[in-house]
């Protein structure tokens, strides 16, 4: 199994709403990222979880918080977003160094 | 910290014709180098990596690209593209966090190869 699954798949809300977008690998990566992605522009990295601890926060604004409940799963909460915030959001998984990327499909945001 | 330059936003260009798509990145020593591709609403995809060893790597579909170090580059390259290869192409460079036991990846601005019947 080589994938990375998101869901959903596409996401409305309001800017007052909570939401929550997911992944899952089970390809038995301990680093799992985030990325957001702006229509024709390269990804940007948002967090970098390793053996479910946050190692990397790329300065987010707290209405994003991530969570790693286990070694497979990782989620990113949304909460009070902006339009803004709209855009693609990807996860991503890597085996140790240096080996490369696997992106998920995406969850693609609009914020209302 | 690395920096990724693809000088070429769009690349047109007709069916079967060959194409090369350009990337620079910044010196540094214990470089890894990927190209990737991302078709509209979809994730990216792995086209190609370059480790260590021989400094032409092939990919899927076709593509390979080499690996310069003097020129700092790592141009890729398809000698003869399909309608379907349209898509954006983003050069990504890694290196070791020190103490880390993950890459940090930098991305390239990307490349959108048009191919035209």
């Known amino acids: 199994d080589t994938e990375v699954t998101q869901t959903p798949k596409h996401l409305v809300m309001g800017m007052t709403n909570k939401k929550s977008l997911k992944c899952e690998q089970h390809?038995?990566?301990?680093?799992m990222y985030w990325y957001k992605q702006k229509a024709k522009k390269p990804p940007e990295l948002m967090f970098v979880?390793?053996?479910?601890?946050?190692?990397i926060n790329e300065s987010v604004p707290s209405r994003f918080s991530p969570e790693c409940p286990n070694s497979s799963l990782l989620n990113l909460h949304l909460h009070a977003l902006q339009p803004e915030d709209s855009a693609l959001y990807l996860c991503?998984?890597?085996?140790?160094?240096?080996?490369?990327?696997?992106f998920g499909e995406g969850s693609r945001l609009t914020v209302l | 910290a690395q920096s990724v330059t693809q000088l070429d936003s769009q690349v047109p260009v007709f069916e079967e014709a060959p194409v090369e798509l350009r990337c620079n990145y910044s010196?540094?020593?214990?470089?890894?180098l990927f190209w990737y591709v991302q078709y509209p609403n979809q994730g990216l995809q792995l086209l190609l990596k370059?480790?260590?060893?021989?400094?032409l790597v092939k990919g899927i579909n076709g593509f390979e690209a080499e690996f310069n170090k003097s020129q700092t580059s790592f141009h890729l390259r398809k000698p003869s593209v399909h309608i379907s290869d349209t898509a954006e192409y983003f050069c990504?460079?890694?290196?070791?966090?020190?103490?880390?036991?993950?890459?940090?990846?930098?991305f390239g601005s990307g490349t959108k190869l048009n191919v035209k019947p």
């Open positions: 991503a998984s890597s085996p140790p160094i240096p080996g490369e990327l696997f």
């Open positions: 390809m038995g990566h301990r680093a």
């Open positions: 979880y390793s053996y479910e601890k946050l190692s």
């Open positions: 010196s540094s020593v214990s470089v890894y």
């Open positions: 370059y480790l260590s060893g021989s400094t």
């Open positions: 990504a460079v890694s290196d070791k966090l020190g103490g880390n036991n993950f890459n940090k990846f930098y």
